[in-house]
T-cell receptor, first 110, second 111 residues
Framework: ELKVEQNPLFLSMQEGKNYTIYCNYS?????LYWYRQDPGKSLESLFV?????AVKQEGRLMASLDTKARLSTLHITAAVHDLSATYFC??????????FGTGTRLTIIP | DAGVIQSPRHEVTEMGQEVTLRCKPI?????LFWYRQTMMRGLELLIY????????DSGMPEDRFSAKMPNASFSTLKIQPSEPRDSAVYFC?????????FGPGTRLTVT
C-alpha cells in the first residue's frame, strides 16, 4: 500500500523557535513535494525534491529528502507568525499521481 | 498565466440535484487532476487525465460521480444525484509533469 505519514499532526510553537516536520513514505520514490495551505485557501507549492540528498531553502523554510530512509523533513528556523498554516507533503510513486500526507497544522504563537 | 481556474467557487444545492464543477487548466499542461478535501478524509485524488484521456479513476467514490475532459483547456466533474456526504472542497490541479498547480477550489455544500 502506498502511504505517506506526517508528524506531528498539530504543532504549536513560539515565535523565534526552530522545529521540524517529518514525512515518511512507504515505498521507493524520488519525487516529493511540500505544499502550504492557509485556512479556506488552496494549496501553494513550496518545494519540489527530485533526488536523494536534495535540499531546498526558501526564507525560514528548508526541505530535504533522504530516499534511502524514505524520509523528508521540513525545517522551520526562527518561526514567525505568518508561517502559521497547514503543511502537506506529497509523494509521486511513479505514476504522476500524488499521495498526500495528513498534513501538519502549524500555529505560531507570538 | 492566470493559473488554474475553477468555477463556481461556492455551490449550495439540495440533495438529489445535479452539480457540475468546472476547471480550466494552465495552458500547456498535459495532466489534469481532480481532488476532494474533507476534514475526515483529507485530500483524496478522484481522477486524473493525461492529454485529455482519463488515466485513473479509481478514486471516484461511486457511479454518481463522472468527469470529462473534452479538450485541453476544459474539464468538468459532475455529481448526479448529489448527497449531503458529497459536501467538500473540490480542487482541480494541472501539471507539466514536474509540479502540480492547484486551482482555488469549489466549496460544495449539499443540504
Amino acid at each position: 500500500e502506498l502511504k505517506v505519514e506526517q508528524n506531528p499532526l498539530f504543532l504549536s510553537m513560539q515565535e523565534g523557535k526552530n522545529y521540524t516536520i517529518y514525512c515518511n513514505y512507504s515505498t521507493t520514490s524520488d519525487r516529493l513535494y511540500w505544499y502550504r495551505q492557509d485556512p479556506g485557501k488552496s494549496l501553494e507549492s513550496l518545494f519540489v525534491l527530485l533526488s536523494n540528498g536534495a535540499v531546498k531553502q526558501e526564507g525560514r523554510l528548508m526541505a530535504s529528502l533522504d530516499t534511502k530512509a524514505r524520509l523528508s523533513t521540513l525545517h522551520i528556523t526562527a518561526a514567525v507568525h505568518d508561517l502559521s498554516a497547514t503543511y502537506f507533503c506529497a509523494v509521486d510513486f511513479g505514476n504522476e499521481k500524488l499521495t498526500f500526507g495528513t498534513g501538519t497544522r502549524l500555529t505560531i504563537i507570538p | 498565466d492566470a493559473g488554474v481556474i475553477q468555477s463556481p467557487r461556492h455551490e449550495v444545492t439540495e440533495m438529489g440535484q445535479e452539480v457540475t464543477l468546472r476547471c480550466k487548466p494552465i495552458s500547456g499542461h498535459d495532466y489534469l487532476f481532480w481532488y476532494r478535501q474533507t476534514m475526515m478524509r483529507g485530500l483524496e485524488l478522484l481522477i486524473y487525465f493525461n492529454n485529455n484521456v482519463p488515466i485513473d479513476d479509481s478514486g471516484m467514490p461511486e457511479d454518481r460521480f463522472s468527469a470529462k475532459m473534452p479538450n485541453a483547456s476544459f474539464s468538468t466533474l459532475k455529481i448526479q444525484p448529489s448527497e449531503p456526504r458529497d459536501s467538500a472542497v473540490y480542487f482541480c490541479a494541472s501539471s507539466n509533469s514536474y509540479e502540480q498547480y492547484f486551482g482555488p477550489g469549489t466549496r460544495l455544500t449539499v443540504t
